[in-house]
């Protein structure tokens, strides 16, 4: 059965960082490409990040762009999303997502980021 | 970038009405058109990938059709449980991102 677990989530100071993790299991983790995409409170679905399956390649959106950095570790079957400069609009639920040909075919349940003095 | 509009925003229907989601794009994407399914405190469900095809486990009344900039999602005989926000979602090209639509909350009338 194939499962994503996002964890990290939690609250931050506006400027500050977080790293997020999502551990994959159920299956071969190096063969897929994979998706941060994050809900705001109320909101709808908004990209973030993609990666390709060797970590060799990563895309952002313009939102995020020079402040979070999206890597993965195929020997552990995690990927991970490093935040810094944290602002009030990065507040969200955030999912990882298992991508196939385009589409997200699996997610995390999310981890929820809220940023807050 | 390519962006995805989604009408209307909201829908209100009833249990066995057929409704339709209209998607349109800002440029072509060819068929590289998702569509999600998402239930209150739930993570997105795939429902249809590439335009037309409909992911393992869907029940036969959701389809999805277009190519270009302009696609559908319809959904033949409202049932009880179809009752959720849904969202487009290109993936024509993944340097751009892969965008969503605003979403579609289909409301129980």
């Known amino acids: 059965e194939v499962q994503l677990v996002e964890s990290g989530g939690g609250l931050v100071q506006p400027g500050g960082s977080l790293r997020l993790s999502c551990a994959a299991s159920?299956?071969?983790?190096?063969?897929?490409?994979m998706n941060w995409v994050r809900q705001a409170p109320g909101k709808g679905l908004e990209w973030v990040s993609y990666?390709?399956?060797?970590?060799?390649?990563?895309y952002y959106a313009d939102s995020v762009k020079g402040r979070f950095t999206m890597s993965r570790d195929n020997a552990k079957n995690s990927l991970y999303l490093q935040m810094n400069s944290l602002r009030a609009e990065d507040t969200a639920l955030y999912y990882c997502?298992?991508?196939?040909?385009?589409?997200?075919?699996?997610w995390g349940q999310g981890t929820l980021v809220i940023v807050s003095s | 970038d390519i962006q995805m509009t989604q009408s209307p925003s909201s829908l209100s229907a009833s249990v066995g009405d057929g409704v339709t989601i209209t998607c349109r794009a800002s440029?072509?994407?060819?068929?590289?058109l998702n569509w999600y399914q998402q239930k209150p405190g739930k993570a997105p469900k795939l429902l249809i990938y590439?335009?037309?095809s409909l992911q393992s486990g869907v029940p036969s009344r959701f389809s999805g059709s277009g190519s270009g900039t302009d696609f559908t999602l319809t959904i033949s005989s409202l049932q009880p449980e179809d009752f959720a926000t849904y969202y487009c979602?290109?993936?024509?090209?993944?340097?751009?991102?892969?965008?969503f639509g605003q979403g579609t909350k289909l409301e129980i009338k």
């Open positions: 997502a298992r991508v196939w040909l385009g589409f997200s075919d699996f």
């Open positions: 979602q290109q993936s024509y090209t993944t340097a751009s991102g892969y965008t």
């Open positions: 990666i390709t399956s060797s970590g060799s390649t990563r």
């Open positions: 440029q072509s994407i060819s068929s590289y």
């Open positions: 159920g299956f071969t983790f190096n063969t897929h490409e």
């Open positions: 590439a335009a037309s």
